[in-house]
Structure formats: structure tokens, C-alpha cells
């Protein structure tokens, strides 16, 4: 039995948007995939239309693996269908984590629980018109990440363009002065994006969520 995490996720609202710039911006996410979300030898991004899922033992990083995620895609704006104009594109995300019986060579068929936690809670978010989840075995656990997740919603909501922007490379290791660079821009102002972004709720967020998978057996 080994624990791992689960993420399952798919694009809301699809079918607003552009066909060839959504297939654009998919096809970039492979990229990433086999760097940052992935470690070596685990199934890689497994993309199906609007969605898609991927898996890690890496417990430690599965959070801001998901934060990664949610903030590739709110950084960007793409072209909506039959119309010149572009709109912000956005992702649900349902995070589980729990054990398996082994690791399957290619995810979308397994039946371990994680895969199967991640996917019926991705099934209801719609309805519950959340964005992200966490998901485990044990309820009492599931309650504090539904609460906390509902906070973390209305925070995700509040991102620009450009305060995910940071996020994207933030969370990913680079410095401050490493992102100014990157993005042109002074210290100060990357700093003051970080800030509005509610980083430090996040980085709050993430060392809760590993106190409690810690504790799952």
C-alpha cells in the first residue's frame, strides 16, 4: 500500500471558448506536466477534451501542485467562440489523497481510492458550484477541507491576470527578483501582487493540509 494524491480536473465552462485556442492552451499544460506536477517514472497528464488527471506520490507537494494548476490557467486569457474578444480561463480542481494497492502504469482506468475520490467529488463540484476540493478517506477531515476550500474559492475568485501570474512562478520555487526579471517588472511590484494574491494564506493553507495527510493511515 503506498499513499499518493490524486488530482482530477476540468475546465469550466469549455464550451465558451474558441476550439483551436482551447486545444492551444491544453497542449501547452503538457510541458509543465513533465516537470513540475510529475516526478520521473509516475503516469504522466492524461488529457481527455476538458479534462484531465494525473497522480504523484510527492504527498508533500500535491497542494501547491494543485495551486500550480489553478493558477496556469488564471493567468491566461483565450479567444471565445465565434467572437474576437478573449475572456480568463479557469479550472475546477478536486485534490484526493489516500492509499493504493499498487501504482497503476496509466491513470484513467484505475479503481484504487484515490482515483475514485478525486473523480466522484470533481462529478458534484459543478453542482455545488465549487472550484477546488480536497477529498480523503476519513470524514472528519473532508469537513475542515470543505470549509477551508470554500475559503480558498473566494480567494481564487479575486485573482487577476497578473497576481496569478506571480503565483504561477511563485509556487514553483523562483525569488522575487528572480519573477521581476522574468516578468519586467520591479521587486516592489511583484511583492505587492504576492500580497494581494493572499500568498501567505495559502502557504498557511498548504501546512495545514500536510498536518492532516500525515495523519491519515
Known amino acids: 500500500m503506498e499513499k499518493i494524491a490524486v488530482i482530477s480536473s476540468d475546465i469550466i465552462n469549455s464550451s465558451q471558448f474558441d476550439e483551436q485556442a482551447f486545444l492551444n492552451t491544453m497542449h501547452v499544460l ?3 506536466a513533465g516537470t513540475y506536477l510529475t516526478n520521473k517514472g509516475e503516469p504522466v ?3 481527455r477534451g476538458d479534462s484531465f488527471q494525473l497522480m ?3 504527498i ?3 497542494f501547491m501542485k494543485a495551486i500550480y494548476l489553478k493558477s496556469f490557467f488564471k493567468k ?3 479567444g471565445l467562440k465565434d467572437e474576437r474578444e478573449k475572456a480568463p480561463i479557469d479550472i475546477r480542481i478536486s485534490l484526493a489523497v489516500g492509499y493504493a494497492k499498487e501504482i497503476p502504469d496509466h491513470i484513467g482506468k484505475s479503481m484504487e481510492e484515490p482515483f475514485v475520490l478525486s473523480g466522484r467529488a470533481l462529478d458534484q463540484m459543478k453542482k455545488k458550484k465549487q472550484s477546488f476540493i480536497i ?3 476519513h470524514e472528519e477531515y473532508n469537513k475542515e477541507f470543505e470549509l477551508i476550500c470554500s475559503f480558498l474559492d473566494h480567494l481564487f475568485n479575486g485573482w487577476t491576470l497578473a497576481q496569478a501570474e506571480v503565483i504561477y512562478y511563485l509556487v514553483q520555487g523562483y525569488k522575487q527578483k528572480e519573477i521581476a526579471g522574468i516578468l519586467n517588472l520591479s521587486q516592489p511590484s511583484v511583492s505587492n501582487r504576492i500580497q494581494l494574491a ?3 494564506l495559502i502557504e498557511k493553507t498548504n501546512r495545514r493540509f500536510l498536518e492532516i495527510v500525515e495523519k491519515i493511515d
Open 30 to 32: 503538457e510541458e509543465p
Open 45 to 47: 497528464l492524461s488529457s
Open 56 to 58: 504523484t506520490v510527492d
Open 60 to 62: 508533500q507537494h500535491s
Open 76 to 78: 491566461q486569457q483565450i
Open 135 to 137: 477529498t480523503t478517506s
Open 198 to 200: 493572499n500568498w501567505n
